[in-house]
C-alpha cells in the first residue's frame, strides 16, 4: 500500500465547475499535510497548508480529517489556468522527508 | 528574493558515469532536499541535509550521496550511472528550526542517461 494515495485522474471539468479532489495516507504519525501543484515539466509549487480545522484560501479549500487519516481538496469557479497536476503531500515529523501522492491531473477546458 | 536554483538545467550521461547536481536554498534556508521524479512516478524522497549533516536518507543505493557546504549549498552525486536514474532532480530548501516549515522547489536537473 501506498503511503500517500490519490484519486486516480485525469479530471476534465468546464470552466466555473467545482472539483474535488480526495488523499488518504497511511502513517498515523504525520505531522504536516499540503497541497503542491506541479505545471508540465515544472517544479512542484505549495498551493496551501492543511490544517486540522480546514483552511480556505480564495477558491481553493482544504480538509483534514485526522481519525479518517484523510485530506481533501476543493477548487470551485475552476479557472482554465488551475489546469496541473495537484499533488497531495505527507511530512513526517521524524525525518524531514516530505512523502508524495502521485498527483491527480486536473485539465479545465473552456 | 531568488528562488531555489539549479544547476544544470540538463545533463547527459553514458551508463557508469557519474553525475553531480547543484543546488543553492533560498537565502536565510539552512535544510536542503533532494527528490527524484523518474517518468510515471511520483516524487521520491532522496536525502535531507541542515547544518552541513545528513539527517535522513530515501530508499536508494549508496551511489546516490551527496554533501552540503557551508554556505548551506548542495550537492548530489550520483555513481556508476544506471538507464533508471534518467529523471528529474529536484532540489528543495526549507527554514531552519521546525521539521513542519514548508519545502520550497528549485526547477530541477533532468538528467538522461544513455
Known amino acids: 500500500r501506498k503511503e500517500v494515495e490519490q484519486d486516480p485522474g485525469p479530471f476534465n471539468v468546464p470552466e466555473g465547475a467545482t472539483v474535488a479532489f480526495n488523499c488518504t495516507y497511511s502513517?498515523?504519525?504525520?505531522?504536516?499535510f499540503f497541497w503542491y501543484r506541479q505545471d508540465c515539466r515544472k517544479e512542484p509549487k505549495l498551493l496551501m497548508s492543511?490544517?486540522?480545522s480546514g483552511n480556505e484560501d480564495g477558491r481553493f479549500t482544504a480538509q483534514l480529517n485526522r481519525a479518517s487519516q484523510y485530506i481533501s481538496l476543493l477548487i470551485r469557479d475552476s479557472k482554465l489556468s488551475d489546469s496541473a497536476t495537484y499533488l497531495c503531500v505527507v511530512l513526517y515529523n521524524q525525518g524531514g522527508k516530505l512523502i508524495f501522492g502521485q498527483g491527480t491531473e486536473l485539465s479545465v477546458k473552456p | 528574493e531568488a528562488g531555489v536554483t539549479q544547476s544544470p538545467t540538463h545533463l547527459i550521461k553514458t551508463r557508469g558515469q557519474q553525475a553531480t547536481l547543484r543546488c543553492s536554498p533560498i537565502?536565510?534556508?539552512?535544510?536542503v532536499y533532494w527528490y527524484q521524479q523518474a517518468l510515471g512516478l511520483g516524487l521520491q524522497f532522496l536525502l535531507w541535509y541542515d547544518e552541513g549533516e545528513e539527517r535522513n536518507r530515501g530508499n536508494f543505493p549508496p551511489r546516490f550521496s551527496g554533501r552540503q557546504f557551508p554556505n548551506y549549498s548542495s550537492e548530489l552525486n550520483v555513481n556508476a550511472l544506471e538507464l533508471e536514474d534518467s529523471a528529474l532532480y529536484l532540489c528543495?530548501?526549507?527554514?531552519?528550526?521546525?521539521?513542519?516549515?514548508?519545502?520550497?522547489f528549485g526547477p530541477g536537473t533532468r538528467l538522461l542517461v544513455l
Open positions: 492543511v490544517y486540522s
Open positions: 528543495a530548501s526549507s527554514l531552519p528550526g521546525k521539521l513542519q516549515e514548508t519545502q520550497y
Open positions: 537565502s536565510g534556508h539552512t535544510s
Open positions: 502513517n498515523s504519525a504525520s505531522q504536516s
